[in-house]
């Protein structure tokens, strides 16, 4: 047989395996042949050198919000394409009905990703519950609350219309009764419930303290977000979670106080899975400039330690990057860290950043990074064995990566509507130099070559998780 794709010389890493020395067959898409003998391909590619990784998934990924869907697919799945990502997770915000807008929503997305994408639908108000059963039917399987909004603090930007440059913003207030509604309902389909646990009064209570004090900068934003905060909502959420024996998937931890209130959750009986960001394992409150500014924000440098700890103790399923496709002009504000919005881009930094902090440094292995980039966001949000690993019959979603590549991180070589990053300037040793989608390159040596629209919406049905 003469294969599509044979990639050989191949150091690949097979997650929960270990490192296998093979040739990789490739034919349709899909990954057909292990072999140590030639491969007959109308392409080949020589990985002589490095290390062939699943294709990463990142289960956190904001656009569509400052500009439509239709535009936004394209730009950040271009970045996504750079990093070595393969599969991004919109984490969907509607100030409307699902059942009128979640098709329009599709329909423009799928004739923009270059790399495969799903959904992840937002409970944002109570006529929202009666729309889940829509969203399981379109293959939306994981629901995002935001116990952090409420009141004075409650106000957020939507995704935009596709094809609109008006930007919809709207006030939420997530009470008791709209979360345990949630939990109840989503558990009904075995579902995942993903939650930003923060609690909103002590935010606005010590908010307003550190505005009186005329505090500014990344330490005064993290003071005013204590991780006590955290701590609490992860207890309440659980405790509402065992209940219901509802799974929950709790995203962008970075603090000490919310791994602690997981470790205690966790032996109370609670299923919980659990994602940090690049950006905790990198940046702390030392960092000069409110371009880091988040939510949840950044923390101490023991914070950081703890991260990275909890990574290798397996406390810490995933890696997402929570990233936010908005430019510099936007993000700042009036120059001050209460004007200047939350979040950054970061879907191009990922894997560079675990390749060269992580495994260059000696922290984390390179299978360890397969596990938390790919192979767990898979299996938990219900794309294994399609995604997430190198196995006969996956998608031959694929990334070649070069632990000796160094290069200085620039707005330019990321590619994303963004015009700025936290990582600028910063030497990361260790990158993607091969994305590929399906059979099908989509970056190479930096160059992205993928086609608006090859991206596959995938659609999950719910599984088991075991309670």
């Given at each position: 047989?003469?294969?599509?794709?044979g990639i050989?010389?191949?150091?690949?890493v097979?997650?929960?395996?270990?490192i296998?020395?093979?040739?990789?067959?490739?034919?349709?898409?899909?990954?057909?042949?292990?072999?140590?003998?030639?491969?007959?391909?109308?392409?080949?590619?020589?990985a002589?050198?490095?290390?062939?990784?699943?294709?990463?998934?990142?289960?956190?990924?904001?656009?569509g919000?400052?500009?439509p869907i239709?535009?936004?697919?394209e730009?950040?799945?271009?970045?996504?394409a750079?990093?070595?990502?393969?599969?991004?997770?919109?984490m969907f915000?509607?100030?409307?009905?699902?059942?009128?807008?979640?098709?329009?929503?599709?329909?423009?997305?799928k004739?923009?990703?270059?790399i495969?994408?799903?959904?992840?639908?937002?409970?944002?108000?109570p006529?929202h519950?009666?729309?889940?059963?829509?969203?399981?039917?379109?293959?939306?399987?994981?629901?995002k609350?935001?116990?952090?909004?409420?009141?004075?603090?409650g106000?957020?930007?939507?995704?935009?219309?596709?094809?609109?440059?008006?930007?919809?913003?709207?006030?939420?207030?997530?009470d008791d009764?709209?979360?345990?509604?949630?939990?109840?309902?989503?558990?009904?389909?075995?579902?995942?419930?993903?939650?930003?646990?923060?609690?909103?009064d002590?935010?606005?209570?010590?908010?307003?303290?550190?505005?009186?004090?005329?505090k500014?900068?990344?330490?005064?934003?993290?003071?005013?977000?204590?991780?006590?905060?955290?701590?609490?909502?992860?207890?309440k959420?659980?405790?509402?979670?065992r209940?219901?024996?509802?799974?929950?998937?709790?995203?962008?931890?970075?603090?000490?106080?919310?791994?602690?209130?997981?470790?205690?959750?966790?032996?109370?009986g609670?299923?919980?899975?659990?994602?940090?960001?690049?950006?905790?394992?990198?940046?702390?409150?030392?960092?000069?400039?409110?371009?880091?500014?988040?939510?949840?924000?950044i923390r101490?440098k023991?914070?950081?330690?703890?991260?990275?700890?909890?990574l290798?103790?397996?406390?810490?399923?995933?890696?997402?990057t929570?990233?936010?496709?908005n430019?510099?002009?936007?993000?700042?504000?009036?120059?001050?860290?209460?004007?200047?919005?939350?979040?950054f881009?970061?879907?191009?930094?990922?894997?560079?950043?675990?390749?060269?902090?992580?495994?260059n440094?000696?922290?984390?292995?390179?299978?360890?990074?397969?596990?938390?980039?790919?192979?767990?966001?898979?299996?938990?949000?219900?794309?294994f064995?399609?995604k997430?690993?190198?196995?006969?019959?996956?998608?031959?979603?694929?990334?070649?990566?070069?632990?000796?590549?160094?290069?200085?991180?620039?707005?330019?070589?990321?590619?994303s509507?963004?015009?700025?990053?936290?990582?600028?300037g910063?030497?990361?040793?260790?990158?993607?130099?091969?994305?590929?989608?399906?059979?099908?390159?989509?970056m190479e040596d930096?160059q992205?070559?993928?086609?608006?629209?090859?991206?596959?919406?995938?659609?999950r049905?719910?599984?088991?998780?075991?309670?």
């Amino acid at each position: 047989m003469t294969f599509d794709v044979g990639i050989v010389n191949a150091r690949i890493v097979v997650p929960k395996v270990g490192i296998v020395n093979t040739n990789i067959a490739i034919k349709d898409g899909k990954i057909k042949e292990f072999t140590p003998d030639e491969v007959q391909a109308d392409k080949r590619i020589d990985a002589e050198g490095l290390y062939v990784l699943p294709g990463a998934i990142d289960p956190h990924v904001h656009y569509g919000v400052y500009t439509p869907i239709d535009k936004a697919a394209e730009s950040e799945s271009r970045s996504a394409a750079v990093g070595g990502v393969t599969t991004m997770m919109r984490m969907f915000r509607l100030y409307s009905s699902y059942k009128q807008k979640l098709k329009e929503h599709l329909d423009a997305s799928k004739r923009s990703h270059l790399i495969d994408y799903s959904y992840h639908a937002s409970i944002l108000m109570p006529e929202h519950l009666d729309e889940i059963a829509h969203c399981i039917k379109a293959g939306i399987t994981s629901f995002k609350l935001y116990m952090n909004l409420k009141g004075e603090i409650g106000t957020i930007y939507m995704d935009m219309e596709p094809y609109s440059n008006t930007m919809i913003s709207g006030n939420v207030s997530i009470d008791d009764s709209l979360m345990q509604s949630t939990i109840k309902t989503v558990a009904g389909y075995d579902g995942i419930v993903m939650v930003h646990a923060e609690d909103p009064d002590t935010c606005a209570r010590e908010m307003a303290r550190e505005k009186s004090e005329d505090k500014n900068g990344l330490q005064a934003w993290s003071e005013c977000r204590p991780s006590r905060s955290e701590y609490d909502s992860i207890a309440k959420i659980s405790s509402w979670a065992r209940q219901d024996k509802c799974t929950l998937y709790l995203p962008h931890i970075g603090s000490s106080g919310a791994i602690d209130s997981i470790i205690n959750e966790r032996k109370n009986g609670t299923n919980i899975f659990v994602e940090t960001c690049p950006h905790y394992l990198t940046h702390s409150t030392d960092f000069e400039s409110i371009t880091a500014k988040v939510v949840p924000p950044i923390r101490s440098k023991e914070d950081v330690q703890r991260m990275w700890q909890a990574l290798k103790d397996g406390t810490v399923n995933c890696i997402g990057t929570d990233h936010v496709a908005n430019r510099l002009d936007m993000k700042m504000g009036n120059g001050d860290i209460w004007s200047a919005l939350s979040g950054f881009p970061g879907i191009a930094t990922m894997l560079p950043v675990l390749l060269s902090e992580g495994v260059n440094k000696g922290r984390i292995s390179i299978q360890k990074v397969a596990e938390l980039t790919s192979f767990n966001a898979a299996e938990i949000f219900g794309m294994f064995p399609k995604k997430g690993t190198i196995a006969i019959d996956s998608d031959a979603d694929l990334v070649l990566v070069d632990l000796e590549k160094e290069q200085k991180v620039t707005p330019e070589l990321l590619q994303s509507y963004s015009n700025y990053t936290i990582y600028d300037g910063m030497k990361i040793r260790g990158w993607p130099v091969l994305t590929m989608v399906r059979g099908q390159i989509v970056m190479e040596d930096g160059q992205v070559i993928g086609k608006s629209g090859y991206g596959e919406y995938i659609a999950r049905k719910p599984k088991s998780h075991g309670n």
